[in-house]
């Protein structure tokens, strides 16, 4: 079976700061991994995903995230956040298109 | 409105009786995934349904019943609902590659 460790249940950051959300899983398979953000009182959306190829993959609003296999490893980064990437981000991994198994979440704060 | 809806947004109904939280989309997708969302507990899978008139259990299906007679919905029934199962509710759906979420339903049952 597979899961999904955040070890950080909340990270406050200052705003402009750099910020890495850290992520780690475990699977005795390939895996596709995911990162997703959800906002007050909103469902989740798909951030970035890891399918195949660079391990290196990055979404449209500056957030980045590196597959590190031989540290089962996720962790999602940006280097200057703002007040609206107050959110909760959800890292999830599955060893297939479906069934994703989602980790317990991190709250980032960004703090004015 | 293409997307996936979730109806209702808000719901409280008593214990012990039977609740249907609704679920559309638009795409045609094939997979569609009923979660709960706790604190503490992230997300976890209820049920999912890989086409109409297949479904199978997730981690926590105890107390849940589902059915797919169409592609486009995917209705969550709590045949007698209890405390347990105040939660907020989410919908997906997946045509590979990652899920698209509803908005969710958030019911509490008292």
């Known amino acids: 079976a597979q899961s999904v460790t955040q070890l950080d249940s909340q990270v406050p950051v200052f705003e402009e700061a750099p910020v890495e959300l850290r992520c780690n899983y475990s699977?005795?398979?390939?895996?596709?991994l995911f990162w997703y953000v959800q906002y007050p009182n909103q469902g989740l959306q798909l951030l970035l995903k890891?399918?195949?190829?660079?391990?290196l993959v990055e979404s449209i609003n500056g957030f980045e995230a590196e597959f590190n296999k031989s540290q089962t490893s996720f962790h999602l980064r940006k280097p200057s956040v703002h007040i609206s990437d107050t959110a909760e981000y959800f890292c999830?991994?599955?060893?297939?298109?479906?069934?994703?198994?989602f980790g317990t979440g991190t709250k980032l704060q960004v703090i004015p | 409105d293409a997307g996936i809806t979730q109806s209702p947004r808000y719901k409280i109904t008593e214990t012990g009786r039977q609740v249907t939280l609704m679920c559309h989309q638009t795409?045609?997708?094939?997979?569609m995934f009923w979660y709960r969302q706790d604190l503490g507990h992230g997300l976890r899978l209820i049920y999912y349904?890989?086409?109409?008139?297949?479904?199978d259990k997730g981690e926590v299906p105890d107390g849940y019943v589902v059915s797919r007679s169409k592609t486009e919905n995917f209705p969550l029934t709590l045949e007698s609902a209890t405390r347990s199962q105040t939660s907020v509710y989410f919908c997906?759906?997946?045509?590979?590659?990652?899920?698209?979420f509803g908005s969710g339903t958030r019911l509490t049952v008292v």
């Open positions: 997906a759906s997946s045509a590979g590659g990652g899920y698209t």
């Open positions: 699977s005795s398979v390939s895996v596709y």
């Open positions: 890891y399918l195949s190829g660079s391990t």
């Open positions: 999830a991994v599955s060893k297939g298109y479906q069934k994703v198994t």
């Open positions: 795409w045609s997708h094939s997979y």
């Open positions: 349904s890989a086409a109409a008139d297949i479904t």
